[in-house]
Antibody, heavy 113, light 107 residues
Framework: QVQLVQSGAEVKKPGASVKVSCKAS????????ISWVRQAPGQGLEWMGW????????NYAQKLQGRVTMTTDTSTSTAYMELRSLRSDDTAVYYC??????WGQGTLVTVSS | EIVLTQSPGTLSLSPGERATLSCRAS???????LAWYQQKPGQAPRLLIY???SRATGIPDRFSGSGSGTDFTLTISRLEPEDFAVYYCQQYGSSGTFGQGTKVEIK
């Protein structure tokens, strides 16, 4: 069964960048797209974007255009999400999901001066 | 961008009762690309329904989804203790926006 394992918690200062990784076990990495979803403390879910591991096509949430980049490394079955120019309201748990059925454990990113 | 509005915000029910959750879109959701998720505290979301009405693998048949266009419904026929959680709808036909969630709490 496919599992997604994300990188550990991060603490960043405003204006910095963060790169979260999401490693897939199993051989379905290129079959489905990887989506990234975040959840601020006590808030709802926010879709950030999607990347095809097959051809690298991306679709980003309009709100994050210009600040987010999603990439994949098929040789290691790993997806990455980089968010730049961090602000305090980027503090959230960041999830990767494969085909919406398999989810990573979440990565807490805290942005604080 | 399609905006999804869920109602009610909170639903207070007893185990065994029927829950009806609504999700309304600001414009038509293409090809019924509408999903429902359940989320419990400290856990990742769990996919329940996709394509507006298809149950995901392993989801009990007390969960059902219906609707098309701009109006969608998630029904839980008889609430079990483990069903008390927050439920989100998501459209994935045009980007992937989520509704704000409905909390189903024990009355």
């Amino acid at each position: 069964q496919v599992q997604l394992v994300q990188s550990g918690a991060e603490v960043k200062k405003p204006g910095a960048s963060v790169k979260v990784s999401c490693k897939a076990s199993g051989d379905t990495f290129t079959t489905y797209g990887i989506s990234w979803v975040r959840q601020a403390p006590g808030q709802g879910l926010e879709w950030m974007g999607w990347i095809s591991a097959y051809n690298g096509n991306t679709n980003y949430a309009q709100k994050l255009q210009g600040r987010v980049t999603m990439t994949t490394d098929t040789s290691t079955s790993t997806a990455y999400m980089e968010l730049r120019s961090l602000r305090s309201d980027d503090t959230a748990v960041y999830y990767c999901t494969l085909g919406a059925t398999v989810w990573g454990q979440g990565t807490l990113v805290t942005v604080s001066s | 961008e399609i905006v999804l509005t869920q109602s009610p915000g909170t639903l207070s029910l007893s185990p065994g009762e029927r829950a009806t959750l609504s999700c309304r879109a600001s414009q038509s959701v293409s090809s019924s690309y509408l999903a429902w998720y359940q989320q419990k505290p400290g856990q990742a979301p769990r996919l329940l329904i996709y394509g507006a009405s298809s149950r995901a693998t392993g989801i009990p048949d007390r969960f059902s989804g219906s609707g098309s266009g701009t109006d969608f419904t998630l029904t839980i026929s008889r609430l079990e203790p483990e069903d008390f959680a927050v439920y989100y709808c998501q459209q994935y036909g045009s980007s992937g926006t989520f509704g704000q969630g409905t909390k189903v709490e024990i009355k």
